[in-house]
């Protein structure tokens, strides 16, 4: 029933109650409902960005750089492997009274090459050669200058030519040689690089056992 003024009058008050009691219900009921949707999505979008932000972000790491070699290091060993080198060219030139076979003159240098080469050769016109082998160890570098306008080095050894026998080149049997002479000692030699490379240009024997 519709009053004059246009307001809604229920004929029966109690299922008017009823009637209203259940909008409010429904209304109260649809809010709770978009309310908890609301929340769902909420934590729905916060669910993702807490994912998201536990997420390591990628690392690219760049290969590491390798250290740059000491050049006084370099120069030792590329001394030392000449000084190995010109002793196994030595024991060849001894034992060749050609002198052909040996390549001596690509580790040996000034003092140290004249004199190998001038004693091998008078060894070979007296009709000795050098066989076997010669031992070199503790290999010492004592003094290095990488840097100056001829880098050296002081290589300290022990040389062992018990094993280097000196023999008739005819007979092939050993040279009579005094029964003191030292079969093991020291020496010193001075290793200078060139354009060419590393040479060993001097020999000092200490004159003492090792």
């Given at each position: ?9 229920c ?7 009823t009637?209203?009691?259940r909008?409010?219900?429904r209304?109260a009921?649809?809010?709770l ?8 999505t909420?934590?729905s ?7 998201t ?21 370099t120069a030792k060993?590329?001394a030392?492997?000449a ?8 024991e ?11 390549r001596?003159?690509q ?7 004249k004199n190998a080469?001038?004693?091998?050769k008078r ?10 082998d010669v ?13 100056g306008?001829i ?5 300290s050894?022990?040389l062992?030519?018990s094993?280097w ?5 005819r ?6 040689l ?16 060139y ?9 000092e ?6």
């Open positions: 029933m519709t009053s004059p003024h246009g307001t809604i009058r004929a029966f008050p109690t299922r008017c109650r009637s209203i009691t909008r409010i219900h209304k009921a649809a809010l409902i978009a309310g908890s949707l609301a929340g769902l909420a934590c979008s916060s669910d993702k960005k807490d994912e932000s536990d997420e390591s972000p990628a690392v690219t790491q760049s290969p590491t750089e390798s250290a740059t070699p000491d050049p006084k290091e060993k590329e030392l492997a000084y190995g080198a010109y002793w196994q060219e030595m060849k030139l001894y034992a060749d009274r050609t002198g052909k076979s040996a001596l003159d580790y040996a240098a000034s003092a140290a090459l080469e001038s004693d091998a060894a070979h016109e007296n009709g000795l050669i050098y066989l076997g031992a070199v160890t503790d290999q010492t570098v004592t003094k290095i200058d990488a840097s306008k880098p050296n080095a002081t290589v050894s022990c062992d030519i094993r026998q000196t023999v008739d080149a007979t092939q049997k050993p040279a009579p005094p029964d003191n002479r030292l079969t093991k000692y020291m020496i010193v030699s001075t290793v200078e690089k354009p060419e490379g590393w040479r060993v240009t001097s020999d024997p200490q004159g003492k056992s090792c």
